[in-house]
């Protein structure tokens, strides 16, 4: 499974190497509307290099399974490319032989997860994963801010601190909700455009969240730190994934 992440990865670095690397300006970011300008300011990413793709690392995260069921702690790496969209992450339980990959790219989307590298414990590349792997991408906008200026992406500023967001894919339509503070830092993300796995090809479109609970500096930017992903059900929100990023990594080219 890490080798799949691996070369899944280094397939979307050839990809990022055919688009020029700009840098954010006042006048690149005009057509924004306020709260992401706001936001870029704040985070200090006017005059720093617009990312086309980044790793990103966690220092540690968690993953419950279901509402009953306990946290286990992952090892957990990703890459995200701006320039074709994707999305490749590799996530290894502690302590156990169960490793997964979530992958998106070119309006595909694959959930697979295997015991001892071998044995297939699920998978799924049904239209509704490659929705719901467009939506994770989506709500990481704000770890890669390059994302922000794709011309596939209309925004609609809905007051001074949040910001709807539409991204057309590959034929693939999600949109969401952007939140930020006072200060002008990103808090939250919200969609129902995201598929909750009920059964076994049996899917539900569920209020779907991600929160960014606080922020650390790295090379003079601010950037996300302690992070939650979460689902509304109708008996109430579930938590399913919480970690902590160590650092994020922006245009690699090998």
């Not at 006017?46 to 993953?63: F, M």
Request: proline content about 3%; glycine content about 6%.
């Amino acid at each position: 499974m890490k080798k799949v992440f691996i070369k899944e990865k280094f397939e979307l670095i050839e990809k990022n190497k055919v688009h020029k690397i700009g840098t954010f300006t006042e006048e690149l970011i005009k057509e924004l509307p306020e709260p992401l300008k706001k936001y870029l300011r704040v985070c200090g990413y006017i005059d720093s290099t617009v990312p086309v793709n980044a790793n990103v690392y966690w220092n540690e995260s968690w993953l419950k399974m279901s509402p009953v069921k306990e946290w286990s702690k992952l090892y957990t790496t990703q890459f995200n490319s701006v320039q074709p969209i994707g999305r490749v992450a590799y996530m290894k339980i502690l302590g156990m032989p169960v490793a997964a990959r979530d992958l998106y790219r070119d309006g595909y989307g694959e959930m697979n997860v295997k015991l001892f590298n071998l044995i297939k414990v699920a998978f799924d590349n049904s239209k509704e994963v490659a929705q719901s792997a467009l939506i994770t991408t989506f709500c990481e906008f704000m770890l890669i801010p390059g994302y922000l200026l794709l011309d596939n992406l209309k925004w609609e500023q809905i007051d001074e601190h949040s910001v709807r967001g539409t991204l057309v894919d590959n034929g693939i339509e999600v949109s969401g909700i952007f939140y930020f503070n006072e200060e002008g830092l990103f808090t939250h993300f919200e969609t129902l455009d995201r598929y909750f796995t009920v059964d076994k090809n049996v899917y539900k479109k569920v209020k779907f969240s991600v929160v960014v609970e606080s922020y650390q500096i790295q090379d003079n930017l601010k950037i996300a730190e302690k992070v939650k992903v979460m689902w509304h059900l109708p008996e109430g929100d579930f938590t399913y994934y919480k970690g902590t990023i160590g650092g994020i990594k922006f245009n690699l080219f090998e």
